[in-house]
Structures are given as C-alpha cells and as structure tokens.
C-alpha cells in the first residue's frame, strides 16, 4: 500500500528506440522474450530492410537499451523491461518488414497490415 502512495505521486516516462537491419529474405521469425509485449507487424514496399521500434513507459525506473540481433532470418528481440520489482515498464514493439514477408512470431503467423 506504501509503494503505491509513494508512486501515485510520479509521472511516466516515455521512449522510444529503433534499429535497422537489412533484410532479403522471404520469412521473418521473430522471437519475443517477453510476452507482456505486444509485436505489430507492418511492411513497406520497396524496402529491403527491417525496422525495429519499441515504445515504453516507465515508472521509477528506466528502460534498459534492448538487444536485438538479426541472425539470417531469425530476429530476437530482447526487452527493454528488467526484473527490478520497484517500479513500472511496459512497452510493445513495432516491425516493420519488406513488402510480401511473411513475419512469424514466436512461431505463430503474424498479421501484417
């Protein structure tokens, strides 16, 4: 009950981080460590690249610079969110991928608008 008087007090921070990484393959598996957040998929045409954006929010706490890694066609999405138990950090990630990828989320077809 503290903590959440303590926190009522404070307002969230906001971020937002994006990557790149080339890209020529037909299919995108995207591993998702954390899945508190949400992936959204979209492509782009004439674009051979894939562009990486998590958005957070944070209370009392900072968001940690993920790490993500493209190895052939598998991206890994590390999160930006630690284990810390005080505090607040959500956040959801946006790719967006060359036009007629299929993208594959932790092994479930995504759709891409």
């Known amino acids: 009950m503290l ?7 404070c307002s969230a921070d906001t971020d ?3 990557e790149s990484f080339e890209f020529t393959g037909a299919r995108l ?3 998702n460590s954390n ?3 949400p992936v ?3 492509d782009q045409a004439g674009g051979e690249e894939i562009v990486v954006t998590v958005h957070t929010e944070t209370l009392v706490k900072s968001a940690n610079t993920p790490a993500w ?4 066609t598998s991206l890994n999405l590390g ?3 630690g284990d810390g138990i005080i505090g607040y950090c959500e956040g959801s990630f946006s ?4 036009a007629g990828t299929e993208v594959y989320v932790n092994g479930a077809a995504a759709t891409t608008r």
């Open 29 to 31: 598996d995207v591993v």
């Open 16 to 18: 937002q981080r994006t």
């Open 3 to 9: 903590g959440a008087f303590l926190l009522a007090g």
């Open 79 to 81: 999160t930006p969110c």
């Open 40 to 42: 959204t998929t979209s």
């Open 95 to 98: 790719i967006v991928v060359p």
């Open 69 to 72: 890694s493209l190895d052939g």
């Open 35 to 37: 899945a508190n957040m």
